[in-house]
T-cell receptor
Framework: KQEVTQIPAALSVPEGENLVLNCSFTDSAIYNLQWFRQDPGKGLTSLLLIQSSQREQTSGRLNASLDKSSGRSTLYIAASQPGDSATYLC??????????FGAGTRLFVKA | DAGITQSPRHKVTETGTPVTLRCHQT?????MYWYRQDPGHGLRLIHYSYGVKDTDKGEVSDGYSVSRSKTEDFLLTLESATSSQTSVYFCATGGLQEEAFFGQGTRLTVV
């Protein structure tokens, strides 16, 4: 059974800091991994999608990597801003349309 | 905006009453999903659809049914609402290797 773990559960950093969010999964038989952000009371916004054959994806200040063999993904946020404050979720899509979500990392960026 | 609209956005209903939540998408996606999000449990798949009239159960399907008579609409019905079904419900689209997009959610309270 696929399990997805996100560490840390919460993170508070000063504005401008570079930071890394971690996601680990137990079953490497995946189609893809996707990172989302969720603001309080809102839906999930897609940030980056990494297919199983890819190693990383970049969008602006965000970079996500995938190491399928070790069951790990990282989301790197450069030069963090207060507007980056949100909960970040990783989701792993495997067989049978089963997308398993991590519990999320709650990020607070202090101005 | 991924063209996904959920209605209603908020609903309070009494125990034992039937409730239907609607998800409407404008991007002609084949695959659609219903999730619920609860503190301590994260996001869990209720049902999904892989085409008109083609649906299947997710991990927490008991007490829920779905219907998809048109590509653009995916309905989630709680046959007889219970307090344990108080949750935030999200609709999503995205095939096996496609980026997943989420609606803004429906907050359902069963009293």
């Amino acid at each position: 059974k696929q399990e997805v773990t996100q560490i840390p559960a919460a993170l508070s950093v000063p504005e401008g800091e570079n930071l890394v969010l971690n996601c680990s999964f137990t079953d490497s038989a995946i189609y893809n991994l996707q990172w989302f952000r969720q603001d309080p009371g809102k839906g999930l916004t897609s940030l980056l999608l990494i297919q199983s054959s890819q190693r990383e994806q970049t969008s602006g200040r965000l970079n996500a990597s995938l190491d399928k063999s070790s069951g790990r993904s990282t989301l790197y946020i450069a030069a963090s801003q207060p507007g980056d404050s949100a909960t970040y979720l990783c989701a792993v899509k495997g067989g049978g349309f089963k997308t398993i979500f991590g519990a999320g990392t709650r990020l607070f960026v202090k101005a | 905006d991924a063209g996904i609209t959920q209605s209603p956005r908020h609903k309070v209903t009494e125990t034992g009453t039937p409730v239907t939540l609607r998800c409407h998408q404008t991007e002609n996606h084949r695959y659609m999903y219903w999730y619920r999000q609860d503190p301590g449990h994260g996001l869990r798949l209720i049902h999904y659809s892989y085409g008109v009239k083609d649906t299947d159960k997710g991990e927490v399907s008991d007490g829920y049914s779905v219907s998809r008579s048109k590509t653009e609409d995916f309905l989630l019905t709680l046959e007889s609402a219970t307090s344990s079904q108080t949750s935030v419900y999200f609709c999503a689209t995205g095939g096996l290797q496609e980026e997943a997009f989420f609606g803004q959610g429906t907050r359902l309270t069963v009293v």
